[in-house]
């Protein structure tokens, strides 16, 4: 399976039943992706033998109806994008100078349907950021230890009667994560075998009950906090 179709599917997850609702006319979500990685080719600079250069910064313009459809989706859009890229960089062999930021921008000299990308070299700190998707909802994981279940106390409430009240943690160190399961009645999967306790590697699908969540590591720039909002003047 390729890169593009990797990235339909994931976006089918994120955004569910609406992916085909929202896209029957106008840009497409493998459209955007197509020119981002033009525009890393076409970028790219060999400064020496065992390291070529592509711009972390990327800015998509579209035009204002394109640009309301694609923002509906909320971060995950952006979420796609940006594992999208480190993927394609890394088959590349690809450098970036810093942590990723892609922005999408409403431009009223489109057409619908068209997509222009920009770029540039951006230095600076890469902060690699924890997230978890869970029915097209983004959660980042701001603690060493997360606690998933539909109890109240949980950290991650669960709309699922599957799950238990606290059915299971997440830790992570600031480079790796483990998943943990609490003692629950019904049981976790890790990419579709059961699981006590594991090292949880980016892109993996933990399944509790009817919940399925998808856990991603991302490059991010280190002075951004919402990569969403990663151009120069404001956010979207």
Do not use: C
């Not at 309301?68 to 100078?97: K, V």
């Not at 349907?113 to 978890?132: E, I, N, R």
């Not at 980042?140 to 009667?161: K, Q, Y």
């Not at 002075?223 to 003047?233: C, K, M, Q, Y």
């Amino acid at each position: 399976m390729g890169l593009l179709d990797s990235f339909e599917r994931g976006l089918e997850r994120a955004v569910g039943g609406a992916f085909a609702k929202t896209f029957k006319s106008g840009v497409q979500p493998l459209e955007i992706s197509a020119a981002l990685r033009r525009e890393l080719d076409t970028k790219a600079a060999v400064v020496s033998r065992d390291r070529i250069l592509v711009p972390n910064e990327l800015h998509v313009a579209l035009s204002p109806a394109d640009h309301a459809r694609m923002d509906a989706l909320g971060e995950s859009l952006i979420d796609e994008l940006t594992q999208l890229l480190q993927q394609h960089a890394t088959a590349q062999r690809y450098s970036f100078p810093g942590g990723i930021s892609i922005s999408l921008e409403a431009d009223h000299s489109l057409a619908e349907g068209v997509v222009a990308v920009s770029s540039q070299t951006v230095k600076g700190s890469v902060v690699w950021s924890p997230v978890l998707d869970i029915d097209g909802v983004r959660h980042p994981l701001t603690r060493s230890r997360t606690v998933i279940g539909r109890g109240s106390e949980a950290d991650i409430t669960l709309d699922d009667t599957g799950t238990s009240r606290k059915h299971l943690e997440i830790l992570w160190d600031g480079e790796r994560a483990q998943v943990t399961d609490l003692g629950s009645t019904n049981g976790t999967r890790l990419n579709g075998e059961p699981v006590s306790r594991a090292v949880l590697p980016p892109d993996s699908v933990i399944e509790l009950g009817r919940t399925r969540i998808l856990f991603r590591v991302l490059a991010q720039r280190g002075d951004v906090a919402d990569p969403r909002t990663r151009r120069p003047g404001g956010g979207r």
